[in-house]
Nanobody, 111 residues
Framework: QVQLVESGGGLVQAGGSLRLSCAAS????????MDWYRQAPGKQREWVGA???????IYSDSVKGRFTISRDNAKNTVYLQMNSLTPEDTAVYYC?????WGDGTLVTVSS
């Protein structure tokens, strides 16, 4: 059973950066894609982006050019580097793979 644990959230000023991590347990991590989602207060969960086992990435239009997903298969970890943050990026961020979800990590961007 794969488990996912997000970390790295916190409070940051607009224009700042944060890097989120998603640590996975389980030996099959390196063979599966990972997606990042976010859910802002009072809104539906929104897809942010994804990375394939080979490192190919794709992003939503709302974060393209500002967010970067990467993975370290040796550490069973996927990263979400977030730059040029705005208050609209405030949300709980989740990683998911193989229908398993982490509990999320809160990112708050102050204006």
């Amino acid at each position: 059973q794969v488990q996912l644990v997000e970390s790295g959230g916190g409070l940051v000023q607009a224009g700042g950066s944060l890097r989120l991590s998603c640590a996975a347990s389980g030996s099959i991590f390196s063979r599966n894609a990972m997606d990042w989602y976010r859910q802002a207060p009072g809104k539906q969960r929104e897809w942010v982006g994804a990375i394939t086992p080979y490192g190919t990435t794709i992003y939503s239009d709302s974060v393209k050019g500002r967010f970067t997903i990467s993975r370290d298969n040796a550490k069973n970890t996927v990263y979400l580097q977030m730059n040029s943050l705005t208050p609209e990026d405030t949300a709980v961020y989740y990683c998911t793979s193989m229908n398993v979800w982490g509990d999320g990590t809160l990112v708050t961007v102050s204006s």
